[in-house]
């Protein structure tokens, strides 16, 4: 059956590569560069609000003139009124009341939530941004099969983004590989009799560790109807990153000791604002290894506030440099479209070669 995607956002071409909502990371350029690709594309917002609104403009307008190249995506945008892209909100870091206003001059397609501080936070966002966006669809990106089936119930999401364990950035500190999960949460969603009285059809997407053709054929494999990619996306050229983040990333060559998911990333300026349900999955920097010998924090940071103090910002020893397990296989800065057609391309032959295998 082909994926749900391929209707709900008819710009796209199967097999439907996301990037992940990577708040101060993914603009409107990225999210622009991978809906022209036939993916989906989305920007990422924390808490500031005046640049989501400039992003959410420079969308409308690329998508609104007459001469853009954008063609089926501009379709989708003047039949419908919504943007053929998403915005992800990191919800302890934002209201309703804060984001509503700015987004209901120009509606995405889909609303990403991520870390409510508890899950039962999500069923009173889902209300109200349905009331005030009616057509915007709601993604709600979880780490555990038991959040997913208690979101799935209480927030009937249009999508579950099924994120494991190894994904850049942050997750659920406790989890587990999308390799168990996806395939974990489908048969959790299936058997649970509340989340049929909801109504709810829900599309489950796949995040956490894919940054290629194989990854990604994989997903599919599971169960996945689409797969995201932050880390990869942290490669293209429309990604805003600092040229030593990008260097610290490309010089990796090792995603299980090059990277950790660690407390420690999260209390570098302070005690950590993040809700206690998360935590981050970075590169094995200096501030680690001093967490994982057990320096004190108050010396931790101090390292770290002299860091930031340099040009690189920390980047090259200190600094989080957020970043999932398949960093090592990510090698070369691309252009967005670039990577979403060699990820589509590989994908497929990755498929092929896996029914040749049996
Ligand atoms: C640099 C970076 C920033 C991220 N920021 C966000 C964010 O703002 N909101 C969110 O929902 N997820 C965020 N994530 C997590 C992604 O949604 C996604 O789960 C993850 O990138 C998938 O794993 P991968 O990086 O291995 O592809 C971020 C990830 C990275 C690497």
């Keep these: 059956m082909p994926s749900k995607l391929l209707t709900d956002y008819p710009w796209t071409t199967g097999p439907v590569i996301i990037n992940a909502p990577m708040a101060g990371f993914a603009g409107s350029a990225l999210a622009m560069a991978v809906t022209q690709a036939g993916g989906i594309g989305t920007i990422g917002s924390a808490d500031n609000i005046t640049a989501l609104g400039t992003d959410l403009q420079a969308v409308a307008d690329a998508f609104s003139s007459p001469s853009s190249s954008y063609l089926s995506a501009s379709t989708f945008y003047q039949s419908t009124g919504l943007l053929p892209v ?10 309703i009341d804060a984001v509503v206003p700015v987004l209901q001059p120009h509606p995405p397609a889909f609303l990403w939530l991520f870390a409510a501080p508890t899950l039962s936070d999500y069923a009173p ?13 709601i993604w709600i ?42 395939p974990e949460t489908a048969v959790r969603l299936a058997a649970d009799p ?7 059809n829900i599309t489950l997407v796949a995040a956490g560790g894919i940054v290629e ?9 599971l169960g996945a109807a689409g797969v995201v990619m932050g ?14 983040y990008r260097a610290a990333m490309l010089s990796t060559s090792d995603g299980a000791l090059d990277t950790a998911r660690a407390p420690v990333f999260d209390e570098l300026k302070g005690p950590t604002i993040w809700p206690p349900l998360y935590d981050g999955r970075a590169i094995a920097s ?44 990510v090698n070369e800065v691309q252009p967005a479209r670039d990577i979403v057609r060699s990820v589509r391309e590989g994908t497929k032959k990755a498929l092929r070669k896996a029914l040749e295998a049996i």
Excluded: C, K
């Design 86 to 95: 998403g915005v992800g909100m990191l919800l302890f870091l934002t209201t």
């Design 125 to 137: 966002w889902a209300t109200a941004l349905r009331a005030a966006l009616p057509q915007t669809r």
């Design 141 to 182: 990106q979880v780490g555990s099969a038991t959040a997913a089936t208690e979101v799935a119930r209480t927030a009937a999401p249009d999508v579950l983004v099924i994120q494991g364990s190894d994904a850049g950035g942050h997750g659920f500190a406790r989890g587990a590989s999308v390799i168990s999960l996806l």
């Design 194 to 200: 509340s989340v049929e009285q909801a109504g709810t």
């Design 213 to 221: 053709g194989r990854g990604a054929a994989a997903a599919l494999a």
């Design 231 to 244: 880390t990869r996306f942290l490669a293209a050229n429309e990604t805003v990153v600092h040229s030593t």
């Design 286 to 329: 200096l501030s680690y290894l001093d967490w994982t010998n057990g320096v004190d924090i108050e010396v931790i940071r101090q390292r770290y506030a002299e860091a930031a103090t340099r040009d690189n910002m920390g980047f090259s020893d200190r600094a989080p440099v957020w970043a999932g397990t398949g960093v090592a296989l």
